[in-house]
């Protein structure tokens, strides 16, 4: 018998995709435990730090696994008004780096997608685009990509051809280096239980394209710790300045409009579509004052 390990499943994506519930669903957490981890009843984001929650009963039908404990890592979205983007990723990164450290066994990771949202620009797109940097190609096959809210589907809807957009385009390269995808459909917890089971499945495996699964770790955590990168050297970082150029180069694109002739963005609109473009990018980014790419980027990336 070797020693008592936490196996620790990160549980991501938007904030209100439905990860605090699941873990509730999954964990089977008593009544007093599910107030520790707050499910969200308006459209604040809710979780605002990670969160780990240790579970019971979850390895018993993994006799390798029985002598560790399972503990899932609750996740604020990349979309949250009160941190920017780049405290998001710190915060992150920090716990996944400590977790590494302590001798932490990396079981899975889950992204949580909700279904029933409409669309995928702006920020859902950079939300991935962080996500697939911090796993990085070779954790994807410990990834499940999780669609909620299932019970959302009206007649009118069509969730099905939302799904295989999903899995055609957004996610077609996050499938193709060994991402599954799951639906969560059904109200109790049995949903969120068959995904536990998949993810375990998967890690009790010996090997998978000659790899051995359990020893794989998350980019970023590789990078923190074996290769002893600045979180700002990380591919997630990268991602994320990336992201912030467009934004930046949309202001300066704003910014010279306004000044050649005064416009204003509604003016700018009506003008052409090029520029109608432009305002739903705005939009999508969320651009305020507290949040100016330009002196972000010179904050995190001097
Ligand atoms: N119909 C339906 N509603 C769900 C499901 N999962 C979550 N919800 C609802 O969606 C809302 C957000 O759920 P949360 O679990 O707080 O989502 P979250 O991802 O933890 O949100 P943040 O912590 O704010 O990032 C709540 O009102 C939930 O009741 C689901 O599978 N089906
Ligand atoms: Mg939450």
């Known amino acids: 018998m070797g020693e008592t390990r936490r196996i620790i499943i990160p549980v991501m994506g938007m904030t209100k995709a439905g ?21 969200g009843a308006n459209l604040a984001p809710c979780t605002k730090k990670l969160q780990d929650i240790e579970t019971e009963g979850l390895l018993s039908e993994y006799p390798s696994l029985m002598r560790h404990r399972l503990v899932f890592v609750d996740t604020p979205g990349f979309d949250d008004d009160e941190f920017s983007d780049y405290e998001l990723l710190q915060f992150i990164a920090d716990h996944l780096k400590e977790s590494y450290r302590n001798g ?50 009206t007649a009118e809807d069509d969730y099905g051809k939302r799904e295989k957009e999903l899995e055609d385009v957004h996610w077609a390269s996050l499938i193709a280096s060994g991402a599954i995808t799951m639906r969560l459909t059904k109200p109790d917890n049995a949903s969120a239980i068959e995904v536990v089971n998949e993810v375990l499945r998967r890690y009790v495996e ?55 002739g005064g416009a204003k963005i509604e003016d700018l609109k009506a003008r052409d579509d090029k520029a109608g473009q432009l305002e739903r990018q705005i939009a999508e980014f969320k651009l305020n004052i507290a949040q100016r790419a330009g002196s972000i980027l010179k904050r995190w990336f001097r």
């Open 19 to 39: 990860k605090s519930s699941f873990i509730n669903k999954a964990a089977s957490l008593p009544k007093e435990k599910q107030a520790e981890l707050e499910v």
């Open 104 to 153: 932490d066994l990396l079981g899975g990771v889950l992204y949580l997608h909700d279904i029933s949202r409409d669309g995928f620009t702006g920020t859902p797109k950079k939300n991935l685009k962080l996500f697939d940097r911090l796993c990085g190609e070779n954790s994807m096959f410990k990834v499940v990509l999780v669609t909620t809210k299932w019970g959302r589907q």
């Open 206 to 260: 010996p090997e998978s394209r000659g790899r051995r699964l359990q020893d794989q770790i998350l980019q970023i955590q590789r990078e923190l710790v074996a290769e002893k990168k600045y979180l700002r050297q990380t591919e997630a970082a990268k991602a994320l300045r990336e992201e912030l150029e467009k934004l930046q180069d949309i202001e300066a694109k704003l910014q010279r409009a306004e000044s050649e």
